[in-house]
């Protein structure tokens, strides 16, 4: 099992940047790629970037552009970065990571007012 805290969400006016963070630890698969995901209200939980052990992103065709994921690897643990630009109030959600394998975290709410 995996632990993920999710972090760095918060209010922002449309067109702006945020930038959210993810500590994994645990019991992590090695070379496991890494998932952020959004549930925006009332919808369900949707898949928005990968991002592989050597930094392969792929992305939904909605973020595409304005949406960068990074990882930083340690030894028993990884930090997952999401960098937002140009945020659009269809952004709004609670995000969060996951590795496809283990139990959700609490994510973080982002909020983006037109």
């Avoid at 993920?4 to 500590?23: A, M, P, T, Y």
């Avoid at 659009?88 to 609490?106: A, F, I, L, M, N």
Wanted: hydrophobic share 30%; proline share 4%.
């Amino acid at each position: 099992q995996v632990q993920f805290v999710e972090s760095g969400g918060g209010l922002v006016q449309s067109g702006n940047s945020l930038r959210i963070s993810c500590v994994a630890s645990g019991s992590m698969a090695p070379f496991s790629p890494l998932y952020w995901y959004r549930q925006a209200p009332g919808q369900e939980r949707d898949w928005v970037a990968s991002i592989t052990v050597t930094g392969q992103t792929a992305y939904v065709d909605s973020v595409k552009g304005r949406f960068t994921a990074s990882r930083s690897n340690a030894k028993n643990s990884v930090s997952l970065f999401l960098q937002m630009d140009n945020l659009k109030p269809e952004d709004t959600g609670v995000y969060y990571c996951h590795d496809h394998r283990s139990d959700w975290g609490q994510g973080t709410q982002v909020t983006v007012a037109s």
